[in-house]
């Protein structure tokens, strides 16, 4: 069935570093792919989607590449902040149905000063 | 500012007792869904509706049930039936169905077994 893969985590990392944290999925059409992230006690935000090969989203400094050959969306931003720290989910959805979202298990950042 | 809000964020239950969480949203969004989220691990599906007075049971719909009533409000009933309900259960909603609207997500509740 249709998955979505991320990297263990925690990853740790001081501020200023570069973040990457692997996503790959496993789907039988072509998805949509999102990254949400949440921070501590609440909810998911949406942080940024790509809706087909080759498309990058972006923002917040934030940015993934839609990569339908690797079957990937690896997020990554250049330079982390200690307020940056929190889990972040990687997931799918199919057009035609009823926007069902697949998660993965999420990746915790923590980023210390 | 438009929003989903969910209530209680904290909910005790007692063994056999049935509980309600809210989900509330001014987003005039026909679409909403509920989630449970368990420690490492991603969120999964509970029950989803699509319009008013319609729901379909999601990937864990055992143990739950819902209503929708009106267009802003989706309850969340835990019964006695779901045996392991200690969980942190967002609820999440979008314009339409079919053509990727992102999800917007309320704080959560977190329900645990007195």
């Not at chain 1, 200023?16 to 999925?25: H, K, P, R, S």
């Not at chain 1, 940024?48 to 993934?64: H, I, Q, R, V, Y």
């Not at chain 2, 007792?17 to 509970?46: F, K």
């Not at chain 2, 049971?57 to 200690?86: C, H, M």
Request: hydrophobic share 30%.
């Amino acid at each position: 069935g249709d998955s979505v893969t991320q990297m263990e985590g925690p990853v740790t990392l001081s501020e200023e570093a570069f973040l990457t944290i692997n996503c790959t999925y496993t789907a039988t059409g072509y998805p949509s792919l999102f990254w949400y992230v949440q921070y501590p006690g609440e909810g998911l935000q949406l942080l940024l989607k790509a809706t087909k090969a080759d498309d990058k989203g972006s923002n917040k400094g934030f940015e993934a590449t839609y990569r339908k050959e690797t079957t990937s969306f690896h997020l990554e931003k250049g330079s982390v902040q200690v307020s940056d720290s929190a889990v972040y989910f990687c997931a799918l959805s199919f057009s035609g149905g009823y926007n069902k979202l697949i998660f993965g298990a999420g990746t915790r950042l923590a980023v210390h000063p | 500012d438009g929003g989903i809000t969910q209530s209680p964020k904290y909910l005790f239950r007692k063994e056999g007792q049935n509980v309600t969480l809210s989900c509330e949203q001014n987003l005039n969004h026909d679409a909403m869904y509920w989630y449970r989220q368990d420690p490492g691990q991603g969120l999964r599906l509970i029950y989803y509706s699509q319009i008013v007075n319609d729901f379909q049971k999601g990937d864990i719909a055992e143990g739950y049930s819902v209503s929708r009533e009106k267009k802003e409000s989706f309850p969340l009933t835990v019964t006695s039936a779901q045996k392991n309900p200690t969980a942190f259960y967002l609820c999440a909603s979008s314009y339409g169905v079919g053509d990727n609207q992102p999800q917007h997500f309320g704080d959560g509740t977190r329900l645990s077994i007195l």
